[in-house]
């Protein structure tokens, strides 16, 4: 009977930590995909034009990725920025993903830190591969990212009314302060 009672409660404690833990509103339909991702054209040096705030960019400015596809199918992953001003110190992280979504090739997994991966979702898309969003099925992380250091203002406008439309909240964004040269 105790060990009954333990179990219980051991599951009333961890169930709605579980579910904190996804993140995920349940208001919140399941997040959709871009439908087809070429990763040799996505590879390459992207620049952070906006993000949602979080304890590991504290600080960056002038952020940006730059990937790269082994032949394994692995992408290795290099962050890079500069910290507090453009001519501050780089930081960097290195990391690598991994596609978990064969079909589309829009979702990939990233670690920084074996054994802890996160969601890496491509969920917006330019045709000519010039901006791209990258969000988190839980809408815990969103970045907006650019083959140019700069963004059109007009673009970055649709792109909000966007992730909107997906769930997310464009007022959380946080502009990343980009030179205006790469």
């Not at 509103?25 to 871009?34: A, I, Q, T, W, Y």
């Not at 032949?71 to 890079?80: C, E, F, H, R």
């Not at 802890?116 to 969103?142: C, E, Q, S, T």
């Not at 083959?147 to 792109?159: E, Q, S, V």
């Amino acid at each position: 009977m105790k060990m009954r009672l333990l179990v219980i409660g051991s599951l009333a404690v961890l169930a709605p930590l579980a579910l904190w833990g996804m993140g995920k509103r349940s208001s919140d339909p399941p997040l959709e995909v871009v439908p087809k991702v070429d990763l040799e054209r996505y590879m390459g040096t992207w620049y952070e034009i906006a993000r949602f705030p979080h304890r590991f960019e504290k600080g960056c400015v002038a952020a940006k990725a730059t990937y790269a596809l082994q032949k394994n199918g692995t992408v290795d992953v290099l962050n890079q920025c500069r910290l507090d001003r453009s001519d501050g110190p780089v930081k960097t992280a290195r990391g690598i993903a991994r596609v978990v979504d064969a079909t589309t090739r829009a979702k990939l997994k990233v670690t920084f830190f074996w054994p802890f991966y996160g969601d890496y979702w491509i969920i917006d898309l330019g045709d000519d591969y010039d901006y791209a969003v990258v969000g988190h099925p839980g809408r815990k992380y969103l970045w907006i990212l650019s083959r140019t250091p700069i963004m059109d203002d007009a673009l970055y406008g649709r792109l909000l009314e966007r992730i909107a439309s997906k769930g997310y909240d464009p007022s959380c964004l946080v502009k990343t302060p980009q030179p205006e040269k790469g």
